[in-house]
């Protein structure tokens, strides 16, 4: 059972959600507004944030960046009306694991939320404990990115996706592989929050490692460059 956070001020969407969540054996929670989830999440940690992108109190985009904060550790998805790309690639930026755009089915939220949280609870048994390419050593059971400089911070999926990828340095990846492997087995939806986290991961790791853009299959992680 996960503690699910719902934050929606529409009252027919928000008590749908929580009687879904809690049927499928979910302790749920709904707020209204973006000012009492921040009070909520700070007194009792949540697995997965519901965030409406429209509410009255907060901008969406400010309270993703603030929940993630609070939050880092939490699966955290946006539902929005917004359609326009740069919104979501915004909210993305902003913290966002993933996004639904509304009107959503109840059958593809259910799945949705399923996924990213057998994700969450993946166990990484079997594979190295410690990854190194140059100067990055990224280890595995403490999810850590280290270098001689310090550490470098990174969201969950951020992490999960620079281990994929930096597990086969050299290797082509298609993004049909990675979205199941770091989003979930039998992953379907969108492949933008793919690209989003593609470019935190860039911007984050800087010269460390070179991430290619493969046209029309994927992603390469290439060995850094030699002195």
């Keep these: 059972m ?9 009252a027919t969407i928000g008590s749908r959600l929580i009687a879904t969540l809690r049927v499928l054996g979910h ?6 507004d973006g000012a009492s989830a921040l009070e909520d999440i700070g007194r009792q940690p949540a697995d997965l944030l519901l965030v409406d992108l429209g509410l009255p109190d907060i ?15 939490a699966v955290l998805v946006v539902l929005t009306a917004r359609t326009a790309e740069m919104d979501v690639i915004q909210a993305l930026e902003c913290g966002a694991d993933d996004y639904l755009t509304k009107p959503f089915r109840l059958t593809e939220l259910q799945a949705r939320v399923s996924a990213h949280l057998r994700r969450a609870s993946h166990d990484t048994n079997g ?15 403490a999810r850590r990115c280290l270098t001689p400089e310090g550490e470098i911070e990174l969201r969950p999926r951020e992490f999960d996706l620079l281990v994929r990828l930096a597990a086969h340095p050299g290797q082509a990846v298609s ?53």
């Design 175 to 227: 993004r049909e592989d990675l979205m199941s492997d770091v989003w979930d087995t039998n992953w379907f939806g969108p492949t933008k929050t793919l690209d989003v986290h593609v470019a935190a991961l860039r911007r984050k790791l800087g010269n460390l490692v070179r991430i290619t853009t493969l046209r029309q299959f994927g992603y390469r992680l290439d060995h850094p460059p030699g002195p």
């Design 127 to 141: 594979s190295p404990a410690r990854l190194q390419l140059g100067s990055l050593v990224i280890d595995r059971t």
């Design 59 to 73: 901008d969406g985009f400010e309270l993703t960046r603030q929940l993630r904060e609070r939050a880092p550790d």
């Design 27 to 32: 302790d749920s929670h709904w707020c209204v």
């Design 2 to 10: 996960a503690r699910i956070m719902v934050i929606e001020d529409d």
